[in-house]
């Protein structure tokens, strides 16, 4: 992604001095988020629970903001549902009709700018047919990319993800969270050939990159994809990490079958530029560690 210099008509202002408007501050991504800009931030960082802002429609979001009166402020709308098997509205409410509440509200405050959360799985239209979660990033992805072309180009920023992991537990519906629970009961962990490509980031790596991404102009393309270097097969991944507990006999590699549309042949990911992304911790240490502490609490 290219992020060249705003045009003169256009002003942000000093791009440190913005304040941190943060949506979601309390899950993985968000509290990782949240204590990166508290330090990078420390007077101009407001969190906003999704107890709250969840219930508002959109003139209450505008009223918000004036309410706020930040003349210049970049928000991270962090929150989100991840299980694709949660009901398709409350995935769509969370994923895409929320953020897009707030872009479209947000609009008219011209010192204004909006962060969205993506997946890198937008790209793969087969899995976005069969996976409610997917489909509702596509579409919020597809949206964004509509409203910059209208007028918002340099205030809006798509960040597509790979999956995370390192912050509070894993999500019980997710790889890690299985493993987590089978090694924790000791019983057999049934999966797929692990043929399927995945990259795996600390939560407070790409914490890191957010916040820097907020000291930089947004102008160029609205969409931006993380990539590390370090693109692994889950095979791998439940090998090494079974391995590590002594637990390779639970592992059963090839017991369930391969879901639609997945990534098996190598993705090739260009690692993103270490001015945007600087820093990605090798994922398998990273991950036995955190299981770790998981099974020690």
Request: aromatic fraction near 6%; include cysteine.
């Given at each position: ?164 992991y390192g912050v509070g537990r894993p999500h019980p519906h997710m790889f890690l969270g299985q493993m987590l629970t089978a090694l924790k009961s000791e019983s ?20 890191m990159a957010i916040s820097a991404l907020t000291g930089r102009d947004w102008f160029g393309q609205a969409v931006l994809q993380m990539n590390s270097a370090e ?67």
């Open positions: 992604m290219s992020l060249a210099s705003p045009p003169e008509q256009i002003s942000l202002g000093d791009l440190h001095l913005r304040s941190i408007i943060l949506f979601g501050a309390g899950g993985q991504l968000g509290s990782s988020i949240a204590r990166v800009c508290s330090v990078a931030h420390p007077h101009n960082l407001i969190t906003v629970p999704w107890a709250q802002a969840g219930k508002w429609r959109r003139d209450d979001v505008a009223a918000w903001f004036s309410r706020e009166n930040r003349a210049a402020a970049d928000v991270i709308i962090a929150n989100g549902l991840t299980d694709p098997s949660r009901p398709k509205n409350e995935l769509d409410h969370s994923n895409t009709e929320f953020p897009l509440r707030v872009i479209e509200a947000g609009a008219s405050f011209p010192g204004l700018r909006f962060m969205t959360i993506g997946t890198v799985m937008e790209e793969r239209a087969s899995l976005s047919t069969a996976n409610a979660y997917v489909a509702s990033k596509l579409a919020l992805c597809h949206r964004v990319e509509e409203l910059a072309q209208q007028g918002l180009a340099g205030r809006l920023l798509h960040l597509r993800l790979h999956t995370l057999a962990f049934s999966m797929s050939s692990g043929r399927q490509y995945r990259q795996y980031h600390h939560a407070e790596d790409i914490a693109t692994l097969q889950l095979r791998r991944i439940a090998e090494a990490v079974f391995r590590h507990f002594g637990k390779s006999s639970l592992l059963q590699i090839g017991a369930v079958p391969e879901q639609t549309g997945e990534v098996i042949e190598d993705p090739g990911y260009a690692p993103t530029e270490a001015a945007l992304f600087p820093r990605s911790r090798p994922a398998i240490p990273g991950i036995i560690n955190w299981l770790s502490e998981c099974l020690g609490r």
